[in-house]
């Protein structure tokens, strides 16, 4: 080997393509869970080391939408009370009650609860709808993803999924519900219609 060879220059060699970091265990449970649908923004800790999770449910143009679910007891919440309205919660919000939950509750971890297969959610979703009806003040409203924000646990589907799921029942059951796209906003509205009584 020449002298010459010890001073030419390499390029150097190409850096490794960074990869996902690895989601870290939980440590009351020895793993980690990412419910579908539903990304978990914080965790808190309650007195007894279960969870309470603030997890996204949806976004859209005028903001993004959290709950808040403990993993011990079945404290789950959605809205929080505005003057007289119940409003939808931000993250601000949303941490300020599973902190203040977290503070008071003492319930022990319960076991993280399991996916339903497709058929149970489709027929979860379908009785949600169907019971809609009866639940709502306004039965010619449109419905709305956060009309399925306190079910979102227990669905553990995405907002593609319950979308997609919507506009099959719009079809199978075209006297219970309607679909219609909104040239505004380029989705599809979901009406629930009147029923006999």
């Given at each position: 080997m020449a002298l010459i060879d010890l001073f030419t220059r390499r390029p150097a060699a190409p850096a490794a393509p960074a990869e996902d970091p690895a989601p870290s265990a939980w440590p009351e449970i020895g793993e980690t869970w990412k419910p579908e649908g539903l990304p978990v923004a914080e965790r808190y800790y309650n007195q007894a080391h279960a969870v309470v999770l603030v997890a996204r449910t949806s976004q859209d143009p005028y903001g993004t939408y959290y709950l808040v679910?403990?993993?011990?007891?079945?404290?789950?919440s959605t809205r929080t009370k505005y003057h007289d309205s119940h409003i939808r919660y931000s993250l601000e919000r949303a941490a300020e009650t599973a902190n203040s939950h977290a503070g008071t509750c003492r319930a022990l971890p319960r076991e993280l609860p399991t996916r339903p297969d497709e058929e149970s959610a489709r027929r979860l979703l379908h009785s949600w709808v169907l019971a809609m009806p009866r639940r709502r003040r306004d039965p010619h409203q449109y419905l709305d993803l956060g009309d399925f924000d306190s079910g979102r646990l227990e669905l553990q589907?995405?907002?593609?999924w319950i979308h997609t799921e919507l506009e099959a029942l719009a079809i199978e059951q075209s006297d219970l519900l309607s679909a219609r796209h909104d040239e505004?906003?380029?989705t599809v509205r979901f009406r629930i219609l009147p029923q006999p009584h």
């Open positions: 679910a403990c993993l011990g007891c079945h404290f789950l589907r995405t907002n593609e505004h906003t380029g």
